[in-house]
């Protein structure tokens, strides 16, 4: 098992830039591919950005490519995103997540593990 704790939201103008990360316990943290998802009030968790247990293959939601990575340290258990060029539509509770799976998912009910969340509010 790995039990996911989020940290670095907060409040951020659009434009600018923030980096979440995910601390993971358990000493099997490089066998698990590792999502991020988000939820807006009012609708679905969405997918974002996912990255493979290596660390060598990386998916993005259309809606964040070329403004959100994703990046993974296993030696310290933590997978991060930074996001640059937020825009208010960027607002959510943003989780992580993992599987113990060598493959990158997309879909929420794929992964069976989940943090907290934590909250990224973009100014306009």
């Known amino acids: 098992q790995v039990h996911l704790v989020e940290s670095g939201g907060g409040l951020v103008q659009a434009g600018g830039s923030l980096r979440l990360s995910c601390a993971a316990s358990?000493?099997?943290?490089?066998?698990?591919?590792m999502g991020w998802f988000r939820q807006a009030p009012g609708k679905e968790r969405e997918f974002v950005g996912g990255?493979?247990?290596?660390?060598?293959?990386?998916r993005y939601a259309d809606s964040v490519k070329g403004r959100f990575t994703v990046s993974r340290d296993n030696a310290k258990s933590t997978v991060s995103l930074q996001m640059n060029s937020l825009k208010p539509e960027d607002t959510a509770v943003y989780y992580c997540?993992?599987?113990?799976?060598?493959?990158?998912?997309?879909?929420?009910?794929?992964?069976?593990?989940w943090g907290q969340g934590t909250q990224v509010t973009v100014s306009s």
């Open positions: 358990g000493r099997t943290f490089s066998s698990y591919n």
């Open positions: 990255i493979s247990r290596s660390g060598g293959t990386t």
């Open positions: 997540a993992g599987r113990f799976s060598a493959l990158v998912y997309t879909t929420l009910t794929e992964y069976n593990y």
